[in-house]
């Protein structure tokens, strides 16, 4: 006869069994855009909290991550700052077709940590009364591309090649900036909005000056047998993940 404690003893079993599982599987593994790391942590967070699984995110720019997984890095997902790379991926078998979404639209800011730089950006920047200005590598980074983007608008592109700094990521031009190493910047908001000092001088770079950012995600090859692959693509589409990526000053997609 089957009790009520046998009964209790085989699903305390399957919990147990459950939880090594879950204990021993290998981590979703996701390849990030470096403009996209503050709000990566927070989703993971809520992702790892929701569905017990983990994440392991790396994070740099688009450019060199994707140069990584065209050279067999194992990642499951790739969160691109365009939409360029992720297409070319499908385009070329490196990713599942029918997988590429835009999960975020990234904006473009001119930021210092100092109060009371500029008043209006268009003539500082045409000024020039300043050492070192800092921008992502355009090569590598979409929103290089788009501060380029931005200054060739102004007619300032050339003139300022002598005061400009090359960041590899984006990441690494917002600390070009907060650590005084160049006077101000093209960063993105989201990374402004994430900086604990409220003081500073901002300009949100208005879009018509730039090619809109598009960030796009894909599922990679070695991710297509994973059904948490799949499941961290619909998490980052679900209302509770947009709300966080709408904090951060990201625009969502329609």
Same mark, same amino acid.
């Given at each position: 006869?089957?009790?009520?404690?046998?009964?209790?003893?085989?699903?305390?079993?399957?919990?147990?069994?459950?939880?090594?599982?879950?204990?021993?599987?290998?981590?979703?593994?996701?390849?990030?855009?470096?403009?996209?790391?503050?709000?990566?942590?927070?989703?993971?967070? #809520?992702?790892?909290?929701?569905?017990?699984?983990? *994440?392991?995110?790396?994070?740099?720019?688009?450019?060199?991550?994707?140069?990584?997984?065209?050279?067999?890095?194992?990642?499951?997902?790739?969160?691109?700052?365009?939409?360029?790379?992720?297409?070319?991926?499908?385009?070329?078998?490196?990713?599942?077709?029918?997988?590429?979404?835009?999960?975020?639209?990234?904006? #473009?800011?001119?930021?210092?940590?100092?109060?009371? *730089?500029?008043?209006?950006?268009?003539?500082?920047?045409?000024?020039?009364?300043?050492?070192?200005?800092?921008?992502?590598?355009? +090569?590598?980074?979409?929103?290089?591309?788009?501060?380029?983007?931005?200054?060739?608008?102004?007619? #300032?592109?050339?003139?300022?090649?002598?005061?400009?700094?090359?960041?590899?990521?984006?990441?690494?031009?917002?600390?070009?900036?907060?650590?005084?190493?160049?006077?101000?910047?093209?960063?993105?908001?989201?990374?402004?909005?994430?900086?604990?000092?409220?003081?500073?001088?901002?300009? *949100?770079?208005?879009?018509?000056?730039?090619?809109?950012?598009?960030?796009?995600?894909?599922?990679?090859?070695?991710? +297509?047998? +994973?059904?948490?692959?799949?499941?961290?693509?619909?998490?980052?589409?679900?209302?509770?993940? #947009?709300?966080?990526? +709408?904090?951060?000053?990201?625009?969502?997609?329609?």
């Amino acid at each position: 006869m089957f009790t009520f404690s046998r009964l209790i003893c085989a699903v305390a079993i399957a919990l147990l069994c459950f939880t090594a599982s879950l204990a021993g599987a290998k981590p979703l593994r996701i390849a990030v855009a470096a403009n996209f790391t503050d709000t990566t942590r927070d989703l993971i967070a #809520l992702f790892e909290e929701t569905t017990g699984h983990s *994440v392991a995110a790396s994070y740099g720019s688009t450019g060199k991550l994707y140069a990584q997984i065209e050279n067999g890095a194992p990642f499951d997902v790739f969160q691109a700052a365009d939409s360029e790379r992720p297409q070319m991926l499908e385009n070329t078998g490196g990713a599942v077709a029918g997988s590429r979404f835009t999960y975020a639209r990234g904006r #473009l800011a001119l930021w210092s940590p100092e109060p009371d *730089v500029f008043s209006d950006p268009q003539n500082w920047l045409a000024g020039a009364d300043f050492k070192r200005l800092a921008i992502a590598n355009p +090569k590598t980074a979409p929103y290089g591309l788009a501060a380029q983007q931005v200054l060739e608008n102004m007619s #300032l592109w050339d003139a300022l090649q002598p005061r400009l700094v090359r960041g590899d990521s984006i990441a690494q031009t917002f600390q070009f900036v907060a650590t005084s190493n160049a006077q101000a910047g093209f960063v993105a908001l989201s990374q402004v909005n994430a900086w604990q000092n409220s003081n500073g001088t901002l300009w *949100v770079v208005p879009q018509p000056m730039y090619a809109p950012i598009d960030q796009q995600t894909v599922l990679l090859n070695h991710g +297509k047998d +994973k059904p948490v692959a799949r499941q961290w693509l619909e998490f980052l589409r679900s209302p509770q993940a #947009l709300k966080i990526i +709408k904090d951060y000053g990201y625009d969502i997609p329609d």
